[in-house]
């Protein structure tokens, strides 16, 4: 009896070890990316959408109608993915990250694109959806488009088009001076175990107000060509991401 079921124990350990080896083998560990997006805390998809029901800091009531951005280079093993998210659409909110072993890594991403890869007509999946910039404005893509109403001083509902891109000083349209607005985001480290998923947080109400206050009665449309705005968009850009749950 004692000879059966130290059989059995074999057995039993060998089949465990195969089972283990072959998870690994058809299940590789990978990394689940997923933005999620909220204004100061309170989640946001876009059900949301199309009401006057966020107030920012300057305390104009908007809402949003549109709101699609472009993440590039992130880097987690050093790869090279660009992904554009659009939240009313509800796509490009995840991405995964496959082929990766065990361990802690530096999460970063860049928002937009750098001058070394903002190259006009390059990029197919942006071509496609109108996030292209145009010629007079430098050319390249569009960093975010984020549309919507306010209430203005009139008591009236106007539009906004928050949209970002490469500065450009037009002050001399023959001779266009460009600065790159887009930057990295740094989430610090993050570690992995088997399969893993990453959630990067977004606040919306962030590009209203930190560091500049942005008054939208003041800064609403034509803003791809102030070059000016531009850079405060970058800078209020800087505090809007960062990073949530690490599941494993």
């Known amino acids: 009896m004692k000879k059966y079921s130290f059989l059995l124990i074999v057995i039993l350990l060998a089949f465990n070890s195969c089972k283990e080896e072959l998870d690994c083998c058809v299940n590789p560990p990978s990394v689940n ?59 490009g909110t995840e991405i995964s990250i496959s082929d990766i072993e065990n361990g802690t890594y530096d999460l970063s991403f860049r928002f937009g694109f750098s001058d070394e890869d903002n190259k006009d007509g390059t990029y197919q999946f942006l071509n496609s959806v109108s996030f292209d ?10 960093f975010m488009q984020f549309d919507g109403k306010y209430i203005d001083n009139n008591n009236q509902e106007t539009g906004f088009n928050y949209h970002t891109i490469r500065a450009v000083d037009r002050t001399n349209p023959a001779d266009l001076k460009f600065e790159d607005t887009s930057f990295e985001v740094n989430l610090g480290k993050v570690e992995i175990k088997n399969n893993t998923e990453i959630e990067i947080k977004v606040n919306i109400a962030e590009w209203f107000k930190n560091p500049n206050i942005w008054n939208l009665n003041e800064l609403n449309t034509n803003l791809m060509g102030n070059f000016e705005a531009q850079k405060m968009m970058r800078a209020n850009g800087k505090s809007v991401f960062s990073l949530g749950k690490v599941r494993q």
């Open 33 to 91: 990316l997923k933005f999620t997006h909220n204004w100061d805390g309170v989640p946001i998809t876009n059900q949301d959408f199309n009401e006057l029901k966020f107030t920012n800091e300057n305390g104009e009531k908007l809402s949003i109608e549109r709101l699609r951005y472009l993440i590039s280079n992130i880097n987690l093993i050093g790869s090279k993915n660009n992904l554009l998210v659009d939240v009313g659409e509800n796509s």
């Open 133 to 142: 910039v145009p010629a007079m404005l430098g050319g390249g893509y569009h």
